[in-house]
């Protein structure tokens, strides 16, 4: 059995920031593709960032040049930096990883919300 926990999530006014961690554990052979989605109240799940196994990262239009996302192989750990916060960023966010032979898993879930 494979878990995903996330931390870091919280209450923070407009323009500041948060780091989301997420760390996998359990029977875990290799982790291919991890990624962040967020799901604002009303909206559907959507994607925020993604990076490879071998580092290759992507974002949503709406994020460039704020957010990063980053992991440590090591520590089957993958980490969302979001910087200069706004209130439509206020979401759960969501953890997910591809893993060999299970397949695609999720996180519980961490709340963030940005005051304006």
């Known amino acids: 059995q494979v878990q995903l926990v996330e931390s870091g999530g919280g209450l923070v006014q407009a323009g500041g920031s948060l780091r989301l961690s997420c760390a996998a554990s359990g029977s875990i052979f290799r982790i291919n593709d991890m990624g962040w989605y967020r799901q604002a109240p009303g909206k559907q799940r959507e994607l925020v960032a993604g990076?490879?196994?071998?580092?290759?990262?992507n974002y949503a239009d709406s994020v460039k040049g704020r957010f990063t996302i980053s992991r440590d192989n090591a520590k089957n750990t993958v980490y969302l930096q979001m910087n200069s916060l706004k209130p439509e960023d206020t979401a759960v966010y969501y953890c997910n990883a591809d893993l060999s032979v299970i397949g695609v898993c999720w996180g519980q879930g961490t709340q963030v919300t940005v005051s304006s």
């Open positions: 990076i490879t196994s071998g580092g290759r990262t």
